[in-house]
């Protein structure tokens, strides 16, 4: 979503991940700071430690002007002339828009929404995330130790 708002080069300047709320292979928690070329900030926080059925899930956009948020079912603008609030989606409808318009396209065979190379731009940042949680925590280690 960042890579799509910004439509600029990115990279990850800051990363952590967590194991420890299921103790599994797999991260249960990320937090990942991303800066465009222009100098854009973004945020990208995933967990998968909510309680109970559900999320805890809110999407943010700030800029100059306005705070867009979206949470709990409500989507508020909040601006210097004061807030609009607007009935929302679940925090989960883009994914679940995102997959249903993929596959509408390859039922009606035609192209992809998004193309193979937007994702390889997704999945560095991924890499450059891990990467970069990866050098914090040998970095802290040796702190530590």
């Known amino acids: 979503m960042f890579l799509h708002l910004t439509g600029e080069p990115t990279q990850v300047t800051g990363a952590q991940l967590s194991r420890r709320a299921h103790e599994q292979p797999v991260e249960d928690y990320a937090s990942v700071m991303l800066r465009s070329a222009s100098g854009i900030l973004g945020t990208v926080e995933v967990g998968n430690v ?22 709990d079912g409500v989507m508020k603008l909040a601006t210097a002339e004061g807030d609009e609030t ?13 997959v249903r318009d993929v596959l509408d396209h390859w039922k009606r065979g035609a192209p992809p929404p998004i193309s193979v190379h937007d994702w ?24 530590l130790r």
């Open 86 to 98: 607007l009935p929302g989606a679940d925090v989960t409808a883009p994914y679940f828009i995102a």
């Open 120 to 143: 390889v731009r997704a999945v560095q940042l991924i890499d450059q995330a891990y990467e970069c949680a990866e050098q914090y925590s040998t970095d802290a280690g040796a702190i």
């Open 50 to 71: 909510f309680p109970r059925n559900g999320t805890d899930g809110e999407w943010k956009i700030a800029g100059r002007d306005a705070i867009l948020t979206m949470k």
